[in-house]
């Protein structure tokens, strides 16, 4: 009986793409959203926002990716055509801004207006890059989302930012990326998101 163990090569594909996944956008904006969340003065209010700026920041324009997905807009969550990209991302931040409208409305808590407007900052940043240049959004949001949660938790956080590096493997791995557009994804969510986040909830 022949069995065909994987190569090497498939091993790390593989590894990658579950990095890739598992470490998407939205699961990341998931994760700093509840984070910052729970920080809040009252952390079951806090749940409550963080769970608003999910719906609007991640949820929705999930929603949206796969209806896209459905009707042959683009091949896969990810959107690897930077074309595409330059179609969705405005529509990702009309439902971003339509978040924040709302936490403006409700008085949502400095902290929390400020995670999303981060996050729309850094989509401002990163759109009209995309119009040339294929700036890796996973490590942007990951990089940004690493700088507000040490904003709210304190400089300890950065011991985590080797897992930017991990992200950005990933990308270049599956050859989604060039390095230099994982790096630049990075430094550019890490200080825009972090300059506006500090500004706003201060």
């Known amino acids: 009986m022949i069995t065909f163990l994987p190569t090497p090569q498939q091993d790390e594909i593989r590894s990658a793409r579950r990095i890739t996944d598992g470490m998407e956008p939205r699961n990341v904006i998931v994760l700093v959203s509840l984070g910052v969340g729970v920080a809040q003065d009252n952390p079951a209010t806090g749940l409550l926002w963080a769970l608003e700026a999910i719906l609007f ?9 796969t209806y896209g997905m459905r009707k042959g807009m683009w091949a896969d969550r990810h959107i690897g055509q930077r ?10 931040m009309a439902s971003v801004a339509t978040g924040i409208g709302g936490m403006l409305w409700l008085g ?4 929390m207006v400020a995670l999303v407007v981060a996050m729309l900052a850094t989509l ?3 759109l009209p890059v995309t119009a040339f240049w294929k700036i890796s959004v996973h490590t942007a949001v990951a990089g940004g989302a690493l700088a507000m949660l040490a904003l709210t938790y304190g400089p300890l956080v950065w011991i985590a930012a080797p897992i930017i590096a991990v992200i950005a493997w990933s990308r ?4 989604d990326h060039t390095p230099a557009q994982t790096i630049v994804g990075a430094m550019a969510g890490t200080a825009t998101a972090g300059f506006v986040f500090a500004a706003l909830s201060a």
Request: overall charge positive; glycine content about 0%; charged content about 15%.
């Open 83 to 92: 074309r595409r990209r330059m179609l969705l991302i405005p529509v990702i």
């Open 172 to 175: 270049v791995a599956l050859r």
């Open 124 to 126: 401002a940043v990163l």
């Open 57 to 65: 920041a991640a949820a929705i324009p999930m929603a949206y990716i």
């Open 108 to 111: 949502a808590p400095s902290a």
